[in-house]
């Protein structure tokens, strides 16, 4: 399906900010950006480049006062992710060199604290793609999805002891999970279409059967039509907005509809 997607967000800032934004997706592997405008109120001077994980970023001055980001794309996403049952585990010498990060513990995701868990949920499961969907399957019925229940510091092990959270620590469980058994596992932040309640979202892929497979721990069933912005270990490597100052976030719209 054509999409179009964007957010509008409006900061106030209390002196000049230098800030990094992530919020351009890009073409690559089951998405094609047909169209995109971005646009700074007031403008500003922008310096992009690419993160060690091929993210576009924007490093820009905020000015004090009143600042709005808007973007927005026309995106080709395909209305149905693969799904393949038979992948299997990759053994960590047959890993590429670009993979192996991805089985580390991170930041949010201490693998290396939820081993136990891990072999409780998916140890009866074939290895590879069987014993990820466990994990995604467990924490969509064991975790109950409430805002307000978790903060900018909440890690996985958190989560799997208070057994709530919202889409970012869904995905941080997850991937700290299949890490545990020697999965590689990245976070994934982007656009779904028709999410309830709108906003931007975070899922989890993880390398199987020599490939990514997308994961989604808030939705019962494989869900098609996303648009990834960024990818990352976990949430420090994917924040959409890097502030370096004092700066308040206002307002932010979120839109996901069918292109035309």
Known sequence: MQLNVGCQILFESHDQTPVILML?????????IMREEYQLSPH???????????NLCQRITI??????????????APDKIDVEPNAHFV??????????QFILPSRYCEADRLGDL??????NANPGYEQVEAIRQWIQQNIEYAYGTSNASTSAVETADRRVGVCRDFTHL?????????IPTRMVVGYLYELKPMDLHAWFEAYVGDRWYTFDATQEQPRGNRVTIAY???AADVALVTQFAAMDLVEMQVWVTPAG
């Open 174 to 182: 997850g991937i700290a999970l299949c890490r545990s058994l020697n």
């Open 232 to 234: 990352g270990r976990d």
């Open 91 to 100: 053994p960590v010498p047959e890993l590429p060199d670009s993979v192996l």
């Open 24 to 32: 351009r997706p890009r073409s690559g592997s089951g998405q094609w």
């Open 63 to 76: 000015p004090q006062g009143a600042f709005q980001v808007r973007t927005s794309a026309v995106v080709d």
């Open 44 to 54: 500003v001077p922008v310096v992009e480049y690419a993160d060690g994980y091929g």
């Open 118 to 123: 891990a072999l409780e949920i998916a140890g």
